[in-house]
């Protein structure tokens, strides 16, 4: 027991270290061709940040394991808005541009809508709705990118930081990509033998553990950001990251490997996951968002009252 939990752990470590340098090159890369630096943190920070999950839910839905795919996706959302968001609008909640959230959060509640449709309609994740999320994914970038072409150059600060040397940028890609392969493969095969161990279901791991590990990336982003003056790129990364979530982390594993929606418990004689894990992912998305979009700036009682939903959440989990 000893091994695997120690296996675990290295294998967060190689994720959020990865994720780290996966980030520092794409973001210099992405400075070489002179991207606006929204771009780069709706779309390249974002992809960054969510390759853990990307990896661990494939790799789980290639080896049979669905419920660390669908649990690592939905927790991920979860844990991205009501912990990670949480925390640094509780610290420090700022404003923010309602124009730079809108896009990301049409196209969540959208590939959101198309989750429902998944679970609660047909009962399982087709090959066909992967390809439908992997095209709503597309769409995504394709309305980022061409937003941004719109954007002025004048608009966009200059960077005080030396460009990177393009060797050094590749090299960082390339053993970030590495370092979150071999985390992403720690991780999903020494979790299922930690939750086999103590007999607690693969699903509520994925919830919770796995999906806090996996999203350690978004949460060192938003703190930086934040600590930077930057709260507009800190939640637009949050919501960004939860997208990708649903439309890539999900579309991949889904198109891959299609599996039935997991039943670890039930409430009231229903799924769980139908009755207590989407519609709180629905619920504290539009907690985060809607007083942003609305108002224009973020609350510490709305931090608060996410990380008090987040507590509540994974107490119920380890209880059913």
Not at 64 to 84: K, T
Not at 223 to 248: E, M, P, Q, Y
Not at 267 to 278: D, K, P, T, W
Not at 287 to 298: H, I, Q, R, S
Request: charged share 10%; glycine share 8%.
């Amino acid at each position: 027991m000893l091994i695997p939990v120690l296996l675990f752990i290295v294998g967060l470590l190689f994720l959020i270290k990865g994720g780290d340098w996966f980030v520092d090159g794409a973001s210099a890369l992405a400075r070489r061709f002179h991207l606006p630096e929204l771009l780069i943190g709706a779309t390249v920070v974002s992809i960054g940040t969510t390759l853990p999950e990307v990896m661990v839910s494939t790799m789980s839905a290639l080896s049979g394991h669905g419920e660390i795919a669908y649990g690592n996706a939905i927790g991920s959302v979860i844990c991205n808005a009501a912990l990670i968001a949480a925390i640094t609008i509780a610290v420090r909640p700022g404003r923010v541009d309602p124009k730079t959230l809108k896009t990301p959060v049409a196209f969540f509640f959208a590939a959101a809508a198309i989750y429902c449709i998944a679970a609660y309609v047909f009962g399982r994740f087709t090959r066909v709705m992967g390809i439908i999320m992997l095209a709503t994914f597309v769409a995504y970038m394709a309305v980022n990118v061409l937003q941004m072409k719109n954007t002025p150059a004048g608009a966009q600060e200059a960077s005080e930081e030396e460009e990177m040397p393009l060797a050094k940028t590749l090299i960082l890609l390339v053993l970030g990509a590495v370092l979150i392969a071999m985390g992403a493969n720690l991780l999903v095969d020494n979790g299922t033998l930690i939750a086999q161990a103590l007999g607690v279901p693969e699903s509520v791991i994925a919830l919770t553990f796995v999906a806090l590990g996996t999203s350690l990336p978004e949460l060192v982003t938003a703190i930086t950001s934040l600590i930077k003056g930057h709260s507009d790129l800190s939640l637009g990364n949050v919501v960004g990251a939860n997208v990708f979530n649903l439309v890539l982390v999900s579309g991949v594993s889904v198109a891959l490997a299609p599996f039935t929606v997991p039943q670890s418990a039930t409430i009231f004689g229903m799924n769980s996951s139908l009755v207590l894990e989407i519609p709180v992912m629905i619920v504290v998305m539009v907690l985060l968002t809607a007083p942003a979009l609305v108002k224009g700036k973020l609350s510490r009682v709305q931090g608060v009252a996410l990380l008090v939903i987040y507590a509540v959440f994974c107490g119920i989990q380890f209880t059913l």
